[in-house]
């Protein structure tokens, strides 16, 4: 099974910041990874497919790098609506999930 | 626009079998490129992908569910059916229907989540 392993678990940051969540993959998925983005209550969203391909609609501001086994989501100016909880997926094999990273307002 | 919705009973009994729907809207489930997956969420944790029925029929489970678990379609409904048999408190979460149409395990579509919960 491939596991994936987020960092940090929660930051905390305020508007205007550039931050940094990265995922770790146990094993080389290439770049079969995938962000998403979830606020309380909501089923999460897609943010970016493919470790840096932004999905339609999702502001430009977050961005994805990476291959292998090591990858980054930044967000380059955070903005309110971006206080949320993170998640990795990669897709290579199965559908495993990081276990989050909560983004909280400083 | 496909929107999934998810149905079935809130509460079940423990070693009895958990049974969700989702149901289709906006586009056909024979269609192409689609994984329709079940993912869930265990209260105030993480997502953990439960399993898959692709465009083709065929099925495919998380290894760690995979003795409970079955996924199954009903092409004339548009539905596809989660079923989870000898229930545990553990398995009380909400769960999730999902997809995309991109021939790859990922998910732009989503139900808005049911609370199952397991309990006498």
């Known amino acids: 099974d491939i596991q994936m392993t987020q960092s940090p678990s929660t930051l905390s940051a305020s508007v205007g910041d550039r931050v940094t969540i990265t995922c770790r993959a146990s094993?080389?998925?290439?770049?079969?990874l995938a962000w998403y983005q979830q606020k309380p209550e909501k089923a999460p969203k897609l943010l970016i497919y493919k470790a840096s391909s932004l999905e339609s609609g999702v502001p430009s501001r977050f961005s994805g790098s990476g291959s292998g086994t090591e990858f980054t989501l930044t967000i380059s100016s955070l903005q309110p609506d971006d206080f949320a909880t993170y998640y990795c997926?990669?897709?290579?094999?199965?559908?495993?999930f990081g276990q989050g990273t909560k983004l909280e307002i400083k | 626009q496909v929107q999934l919705q998810e149905s079935g009973p809130g509460l079940v009994k423990p070693s009895q079998t958990l049974s969700l729907t989702c149901t289709v809207s906006?586009?056909?489930?024979?269609?192409?490129?689609?994984?329709w997956s079940w993912v869930r969420q265990h209260p105030g944790k993480g997502l953990e992908w439960v399993g898959y029925?692709?465009?083709?029929?065929?099925?495919y489970y998380n290894p760690s569910l995979k003795s409970r678990v079955t996924i199954s379609v009903d092409t004339s409904k548009n539905q596809f059916s989660l079923s989870l048999n000898s229930v545990t408190a553990a398995d009380t979460a909400v769960y999730y229907c999902?997809?995309?149409?991109?021939?790859?395990?990922?998910?732009?579509?989503w139900g808005q989540g049911t609370l199952v919960t397991v309990s006498s």
């Open positions: 997926q990669q897709y290579n094999r199965m559908g495993t």
């Open positions: 906006g586009g056909s489930i024979s269609s192409g490129g689609y994984y």
């Open positions: 999902a997809s995309r149409q991109d021939y790859q395990l990922l998910f732009d579509y």
């Open positions: 029925i692709s465009y083709t029929g065929s099925t």
């Open positions: 094993h080389n998925i290439s770049s079969w």
